[in-house]
């Protein structure tokens, strides 16, 4: 069992920048693939980014491709996204998910465990 705990969500100007953090309980978190998912008032939720379990193989949406930036800390049981140059169309509740698949995968899917979210808001 994991538990995930997204923090560092907010109101900022387009343009500006954010980093969320999902910190996980449990000693496996070091063997779980991690990804950030999004969703946005009336629409499905979206995959952002995933990153496997060393850190070695990170995947991002073509949306956020070059502004967004996924990493982990296994030491610290964290995963983070830090975002640059936002958009308003950025702004939505962003989940982190902890999968047991090998790959960093933009398949809801593939994940077992998500959190509770956190509200990003990019005002224009």
């Known amino acids: 069992q994991v538990q995930l705990v997204e923090s560092g969500g907010g109101l900022v100007q387009a343009g500006g920048s954010l980093r969320l953090s999902c910190a996980a309980s449990?000693?496996?978190?070091?063997?779980?693939?991690m990804g950030w998912f999004r969703q946005a008032p009336g629409k499905e939720r979206e995959f952002v980014a995933a990153?496997?379990?060393?850190?070695?193989?990170?995947y991002y949406d073509d949306s956020v491709k070059g502004r967004f930036t996924i990493s982990r800390d296994n030491a610290k049981n964290t995963v983070y996204l830090q975002m640059n140059s936002l958009k308003p169309e950025d702004t939505a509740v962003y989940y982190c998910?902890?999968?047991?698949?090998?790959?960093?995968?933009?398949?809801?899917?593939?994940?077992?465990?998500w959190g509770q979210g956190t509200q990003v808001t990019v005002s224009s």
């Open positions: 449990g000693r496996t978190f070091s063997r779980y693939t």
């Open positions: 998910a902890a999968g047991q698949g090998s790959s960093a995968s933009g398949d809801s899917g593939e994940y077992d465990y």
């Open positions: 990153i496997t379990w060393n850190g070695s193989s990170r």
